[in-house]
Every structure is written in structure tokens, then in C-alpha cells.
């Protein structure tokens, strides 16, 4: 299988040109599994760019949200292959705290957006798995969720497929103030010896205590998640949106010389906008 980042962003978009290495828009990743399944997780602004590229082709689509936050689902209405006649489009939303399965879908509707999803011309379809349901099958992959440490709630995802395996972790608090839904060693079960650890890196130690409670992780506790869960490779996600290109450089290279000095054998990088990783 093959992922390719489009959105790496938390929170907002980023303009400008201090933004252009890592990218300016907000979460989205893109799975094509090697039966050509086509899944997407999450869909912040960067699903917009994936939408030109998935026009060409006439697969089902499979969306796996992993929370209703504006940087995760924003996207979505400029995503064209919804307004593709008979285009078939099923999303899986996280689990949250707020039972709003299709906010997703609502956000289309009333005072923000001017088209109303009741009018799509594509196959919508919001596929609710149910509570206590954490592992299912999506054609040939393994598909597995589990509740990430967040304001609000929300669901992390294992993919695992061609015998390759993908943990996407974002928006999550490895150490937050609040009772956790998922503690350290119930991630390194859930994301054991997987090929590429994808986890939110959002902050800096300098960040805290201002940003505690807020959701997210410091970049260089992800690489001690990394190396307990014999993770092989780790990208640094959901950059915050006033860091530039070179702040991301530095927590990347800390991380890096982090890494060295603990023996960790994990290959880590900061997520780009078009990056592309191949198993
Ligand atoms: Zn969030």
C-alpha cells in the first residue's frame, strides 16, 4: 500500500510563504491499498487537492474521520468528488463525546456553506460502526480504531493491509491533565511494530504548561511511543499553524538527535504536504 500526506496542519490553514515546505493545509492523508482501494483519513483543507486526483478515477471512496473538528472535516465541501453523479462515498466518523456522526454532512447545510448535502448528486453514505466494534474489515484491510486523548473525543486508526501495517494518531494527548480514554501502554499495544507511526507532534516542551489539556502531544514524547511500539517509521503530524518550515526543521532535528542519543532506531521526519511513503 502507499500513503501520500495532503493536509499536515492542525487547527487552521497556513498561508504563506514561511509555510510551503511542510505545507499549509489542515489534515488529510490518502491510503491506496495494492487492490486499489481508495481511503482517506480525515478531511481538513488538504482533502480539496486530493479530490482533483481522485476525479480521474471511479473507485469507492472510504473516509475515516477521526473527530468533527474544523481542521478534520473542513475540507469536505470542496472535496469535487462528492458532486460527482453516483460517486460512491462512505464515512466512517470517529467516536466523540457529542453524537454528531454526520456533522460532517451538516456542516452543508443552514448558514455556513451554500450548498445543502441533501442536494449531492453523489452516493453519501455515513457508516456508523458500533461502540464496542473496534476492528473491521475494508475490502482487504484490517481496519482498527481507538479513542485518542482529546477534548471532545475521537478515534485513532490502524490500518493494516498488504502486509504492512499504518497507525494514524492524531489530535491526541499523550499526557493530559484530564482522565485519560487511552493510556501510554494501551498505545503501544495498539500501534505494535507498525511500519509508519503517524502521531500528533503539534508542541514543544517551551509550549507547556500553557497548552496542557489542549489535546496534543510534545514532538519528543511521540519518539518514546515510537520506540516502545517498535515502530519502524515516525512522522511528526499536525505541525502547529504559526510554526514555519525552519521552526518545524528545529523540533525535527531535535527529535532526530533525541532519537540518537536513546539508541531508538526509528526513522523520523516531519509529515509534508506530498510526501509519499510506499510499503
Ligand atoms: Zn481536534
Known amino acids: 500500500m502507499q500513503l501520500t500526506f495532503f493536509g499536515v496542519r492542525g487547527s487552521i490553514p497556513s498561508p504563506g510563504p514561511e509555510y510551503v515546505r511542510y505545507g499549509g493545509n489542515t489534515a488529510c492523508a490518502h491510503i ?10 480525515d478531511a481538513g483543507t488538504g482533502i480539496k487537492n486530493l479530490g482533483h486526483e481522485l476525479l480521474k478515477k471511479h473507485t469507492d471512496i472510504h473516509l475515516l474521520l477521526s473527530h468533527n473538528h474544523w481542521d478534520h472535516i473542513q475540507g469536505f465541501p470542496f472535496f469535487l468528488p462528492i458532486y460527482q453523479q453516483g460517486r460512491k462515498i462512505i464515512i466512517t466518523p470517529g467516536v466523540t463525546d457529542a453524537d454528531e456522526p454526520d456533522a460532517v454532512l451538516k456542516q452543508m447545510s443552514g448558514s455556513v456553506f451554500p450548498v445543502d448535502y441533501k442536494t449531492l ?3 453519501v453514505k455515513v457508516n456508523i460502526v458500533p461502540q464496542g466494534t473496534d476492528s473491521w474489515t475494508l475490502n482487504s484491510a484490517k481496519v ?12 485513532a486508526y490502524l490500518i493494516e493491509a498488504d502486509g504492512a501495517s499504518i497507525a494514524y494518531i492524531t489530535d491526541n494527548e499523550l ?44 514532538a519528543e514524547e511521540t519518539i518514546k511511543l515510537a520506540m516502545a511500539c517498535n515502530a519502524k517509521q515516525l512522522a511528526l ?43
Not at 32 to 41: E, F, K, P, Q, S
Not at 144 to 155: I, L, Q, T
Not at 251 to 263: F, M, P, R, T
Request: charged share 25%; proline share 4%.
Open 237 to 279: 503530524y499536525s505541525h502547529d499553524h504559526n510554526r514555519t518550515d525552519e521552526e518545524i526543521d528545529e523540533i525535527v532535528a531535535h527529535c532526530e538527535e533525541y532519537a540518537d542519543i536513546v539508541g531508538a532506531t526509528v526513522d523520523v521526519f516531519g509529515a509534508r504536504e506530498g510526501q509519499t511513503i510506499t510499503f
Open 32 to 41: 491506496v491499498l495494492n487492490d486499489g482501494t481508495d481511503i482517506i483519513l
Open 175 to 218: 499526557y493530559p491533565p484530564y482522565e485519560k480514554a487511552t493510556d501510554f501502554q494501551e498505545w503501544v499495544t495498539f500501534a505494535q511494530n507498525v511500519d509508519l507511526l503517524i502521531h500528533d507532534a503539534q508542541y514543544v516542551k517551551q509550549d507547556m504548561p500553557r497548552k496542557l489539556g489542549w489535546g496534543h502531544s510534545v
Open 121 to 123: 448528486q453523489s452516493d
Open 144 to 155: 482498527s480504531r481507538f479513542a485518542m486523548n482529546h477534548p471532545g473525543g475521537g478515534s
